[in-house]
């Protein structure tokens, strides 16, 4: 075991004795990457850096294979700055109004107080696919035409994030006695699932393998986008088994999570969209080639 790491469990086993010497220990990172003078620069923060950065090389990329069908690098930049307005104002909403609506609306002052954290990604979600819109208006672009050029672009983007939440040791999964299982010693001396890195590569980095290659030949108009749906919406829906509940919010109906009840509508809509999309193939044109 490195020397780090067993500093960290003899910390964590003198805070809490019950930990196994054998257990996997959280390296417990520290959240400020590096400071410039009194600005602290977060690791959390950086991984959203590397999110967009992905979005505007892969999007390039795309858009320069896709020249003929009126893409255009440029119009990448614009969508990235669409996008995250849309993350932001969705995230911090959907948030608000998913999970703590009544704590808001009683402290609506703390809406606005993005550093305390607290973001919703089925929010953000939708706050992407409205300033898509706007987007595919502004360029007299089908809505459509949009979304399937980018889905396969944000799965990475996803996979930083949900890296930036392992560093931070923070949505951590439920106790588990497998040997991979992880000791978050800010929380207590039972391994659980590192449920952050299972989002890592199930809505990451599988997901963004299966669209991109998916992608890659002609498809239905809104294919491409309602295979997203399906794939993100399935693979959260699972991980949610593993992962630990909002404290606050615990099981809801059917001992499901609110991720999962969110991630439900998606799937749905994802299936619905597939179908009306392959049975309206010979009427629609197929999307780009990336």
């Known amino acids: 075991m490195p020397a780090y790491n067993r500093l960290i469990l003899a910390k964590a086993s003198h805070f809490h004795p019950g930990v196994m010497p054998h257990a996997l220990v959280h390296p417990q990172f520290d959240p400020v990457a590096f400071q410039l003078g009194p600005l602290a620069v977060r690791w959390y923060g950086l991984m959203y850096l590397v999110g967009f950065v992905l979005f505007v090389v892969l999007g390039k990329y795309r858009a320069r294979q896709n020249l003929l069908t009126g893409w255009h ?12 307005f849309g993350v932001i104002l969705g995230g911090r909403l959907g948030y608000v109004l998913f999970y703590k609506p009544a704590y808001y609306f ?33 360029r007299d672009k089908r809505w459509l035409e949009v979304t399937d050029f980018v889905a396969p672009l944000i799965p990475l983007g996803l ?86 509940p909002d404290n606050f919010l615990g099981l809801l109906a059917l001992g499901w999570t609110m991720g999962q009840w969110l991630s439900l509508p998606m799937i749905i809509a994802g299936l619905a969209l597939m179908i009306w999309s392959y049975r309206h193939a010979r009427r629609s044109e197929p999307t780009i080639v990336g």
């Open 73 to 84: 690098p440029r119009d990448v930049d614009d969508m990235l700055f669409y996008g995250v």
């Open 106 to 138: 009683a402290h609506p002052l703390e809406i606005f107080a993005l550093w305390q954290g607290g973001m919703s990604f089925h929010g953000g979600f939708l706050g992407v696919l409205v300033a898509l819109a706007l987007f595919a208006r502004n």
């Open 159 to 244: 996979a930083a994030g949900r890296l930036g939440n392992f560093i931070n040791g923070e949505l951590w999964g439920r106790p588990t006695d497998l040997p991979w299982g992880m000791v978050f010693p800010q929380i207590d001396a039972q391994p659980r699932h590192p449920s952050q890195l299972y989002e890592v590569g199930l809505e990451g980095l599988l997901l963004f393998a299966i669209l991109w290659l998916y992608a890659r030949r002609k498809r239905p108009l809104g294919a491409v986008s309602g295979a997203f749906l399906i794939g993100y919406g399935s693979f959260r829906f699972i991980v949610e088994f593993a992962r630990e």
